[in-house]
Each structure stands twice: as C-alpha cells, then as structure tokens.
Nanobody, 120 residues
Framework: QVQLVESGGGLVQSGGSLRLSCAASGNIFSIVAMGWYRQAPGKQRELVATITNGGSTNYVESVKGRFTISRDNAKMSVYLQMNSLKPEDTAVYFC??????????????WGQGTQVTVSS
C-alpha cells in the first residue's frame, strides 16, 4: 500500500494560482502512475490530470492550458500547478497513485483530499 499526503489547497480569487503537492510513501516502487482527481459538492469524482513514470501526461479538457502536472521521482512526489483558476474549479482535490501488482492487476491509493475554493 502507498500513503499519500496532499498539501497546498486554499482559498483564491478567480484568475489566481495555487500549487498542490502530494508526497508518497510506503510501497512506492510499485507505482506506475500518479494523478489528481477532484470532487465538487453533489458531483462525481473526476480525473483532472495524470502522469506516468515515463512522464506522459493526460488532462481533462476543462483544465488544458491552465493546469500543469509534474512529478519528482527522487522525492516520489507529484504536483499540480493551477493557473487562471475559475469558480468552477472549486472542489476537493485528491491525489491518486496507481500501483502494479501480480497478474497484471492494478491498485489505486488515495490521499485524504485538500480543499480548493475559487471565489468570483
């Protein structure tokens, strides 16, 4: 299992920026990808951005050009730089790690979440 600890959430005005950080510990050598998801009140959790061990990235359409995901493999940390924030970005943001296991199975681990609130 992998433990994930997020930081960096908070309250920001529309158009502002925030940087989320997530540090992984535990069985980190089995991690094949990390990412960020978010969940707004009354909505399902959605993928925001992911990054593989090789550095390939994927973003939800609504954040392309505004958010950037990156990782530091030496620190086993992943970051989400969020620029030009909009009120609709308000949500709890969760760090995610995908681990590989036996027989090709994969497992997901989650952080506790960090609140991001964008005021208009």
């Amino acid at each position: 299992q992998v433990q994930l600890v997020e930081s960096g959430g908070g309250l920001v005005q529309s158009g502002g920026s925030l940087r989320l950080s997530c540090a992984a510990s535990g069985n980190i050598f089995s991690i094949v990808a990390m990412g960020w998801y978010r969940q707004a009140p009354g909505k399902q959790r959605e993928l925001v951005a992911t990054i593989t061990n090789g550095g390939s990235t994927n973003y939800v359409e609504s954040v392309k050009g505004r958010f950037t995901i990156s990782r530091d493999n030496a620190k086993m940390s992943v970051y989400l730089q969020m620029n030009s924030l909009k009120p609709e970005d308000t949500a709890v943001y969760f760090c995610n790690a995908v681990r590989s296991g036996a027989f090709g199975w994969t497992y997901n681990d989650w952080g506790q979440g960090t609140q991001v609130t964008v005021s208009s």
